[in-house]
């Protein structure tokens, strides 16, 4: 028996528009928006507080979300919140951003510390209404049931699972993707891609998920490439909007595997790219996972472009560990752990935590610490 | 821009033990339960009572819905729910039943009579909590957007499409399945595989529902022969479940189109099958609509296990005719609309019906009254 849930979605060119209309329609009276620097400066907050004036719906602005979600932005935000009178929030960004607002939400009516909801099913109270509008093609975050935090005293990305944590309104605007960065769009499409590939061969996979999953590996493996070589191809960045969605509809439901939990771990002890470490590491643990289910990874494969027939299953899955690998070179996303700072004397530290994150739970092979570790030795 | 919605979903063998603690979760004090008498003749309903007593919720009966909704159903229903106090309903049944369900949900909150609901986001107050459960793999309304209810005096079916219909929880148990008559499995069967192949040729459809959409097709045409053929193939009824799931959330985002505009016609008219209605028309209507997206019936032939290599999409799009005019006659739904009872003479109040419904708005083809009028002597 299994659950599946996904919020409200609004999609399309222009969707930002609804933004403020949407947190009116939950009842809000006075909402809190959730951004970061790099949007201010981009002018989408401007946009979005626009929105909310057109309509005479009260704002406050908490822009403080860095390239990580921290549990001192969390409680910064929170503190905003409450001294504003804001009964809902809204939220703008990529996956930091979103993952910041969630964690405000969680203690705008649970109280407490960040800390105390890591884990599952560990949020009691119902959240403030809460919309969110993503920025990136991307993290997924505006329609999963994840937040990842950092504790900063143990330097460890933490992953908070909850269905309350689906926002009750996701916005997707593929026009806010023309003003990222080609490096950003490599990076955030290569993190599309893993959530993909990860939901798809998680033991929670259902056919509900793996019909997303598998639309998404074949449009990132189709549009990432044009969208990453030029910000006017409208047409690229539309498909990759959809393709972040799917994986996002997908991974929220069916949850992922080692990459992600080996990526919280490295992301935990330094401030990097997530879509970074996950491009890094996504061809070395499919390259592990994939005896454990060749047939899912000849899938992958097919909607690769790869033709199958007269090809058995572990040479596809080999040669889709192949294509992602050329995938992430093409869009000069990083290729080697070495290359962005992590060093070995911390693979102990890392694979230890990676052993304990949530995400592994449903990797399709059975994993030990030593398992891990040859990831990152073969990955550094 | 587009939106998209669905239900909370529960899934699997043994779900409909959720239906209690699903009412309870969304605060139910006194929940009205609404079935079919078939359902309590099969000892389902005695099923659904024993959940709610497990857990001390209140409940009340009303077991009254006929074969299609009826706009008096609704009414002494309704009444039912008023006189027992109720804040919430549980829906248990196929279309019928949950569509009465619903109709009992809008006048619960917000009065009147529910003719005065018919068409589009016409219904202003949220309703009560709806938890539906589906015996029929089926019609998808345990996680659509639309109720049809029969208005007795204009012996119209009426569509009623509102967002305020999708329920907070839809449990689909294939177990419930089990029960089912062959001729019943058959007509259900087909009625999802109209709703798939409509709501992927739809003018409203998305990659979003297209991907369900696709997967519902593959399913039914390797899984409703066996269904049929033998209710202890508890695999083929699990393959139909999730189909009929899948079929739903695309025709509930995508709408439909000339087929169930159609089938609404005929329907209010005469006590017939739903699905039996459908199972007649959809190839006539497929062979109508596919020059107005010849790449799309292609890829509904690919689904149902054509070879599209060396095809132009136009041979495929017949072949998709042809294969599901054969999938009907395999399963002995009904072939022509004069052996279910329809008359000639009733043709063209059932046109100028069909050209108001609501579905005929996405149908992908231009339709007039007599293409209408041909469709239905075709299929006579």
Known sequence: MYKYMTPEIIFGNGALEKSGESCLRLGAKRVLIVSDPGLQESGWTNKIEQCCEDIDLPYSRFYGAGINPRDVEV???VDAYKQAGCDAVL?????????????????????GRIADYEGVDLIAKPLP????????????S?????????DSKRRKKMTIVS???????????????STKSSSLTASTGMDVLSHAIESFVSLAATPLTDVQALHAIKLVSYYLRPSVAAKSNVYAKEQMAMASLQAGLAFSNA????????????GGRLSLAHGDINSILLPHVMNFNRIAAPERFKQIAEQMGITTAHRTADECALLAVELVTKLGADVRA?????????????????????????????????ITKQDVLDILHEAY
Do not use: W, Y
């Open 142 to 150: 505006e329609v999963s049931q994840f937040s990842i935090i950092i």
């Open 129 to 140: 209404p809460l919309v969110m509008v993503t920025t990136t093609a991307g993290s997924g």
């Open 255 to 266: 949850i992922l595997g080692a990459v992600h939990a080996i990526s919280h771990a490295i």
């Open 163 to 177: 269905k309350s944590l689906i926002p009750d309104i996701a916005i997707i605007d593929p026009v806010l993707l």
């Open 91 to 111: 939220g703008l960004g990529g996956g930091s951003a979103l993952d910041v607002a969630k964690g405000i939400s969680i203690l705008a009516t649970n109280g």
């Open 75 to 77: 409680e910064q935000g």
């Open 334 to 366: 990083p290729q080697r752990l070495a290359d962005i700072g992590v060093e070995r004397e911390d693979f102990s530290v890392i694979a230890d935590m990676a052993m304990e994150d949530a995400c592994m739970v449903t990797n399709p092979r059975d």
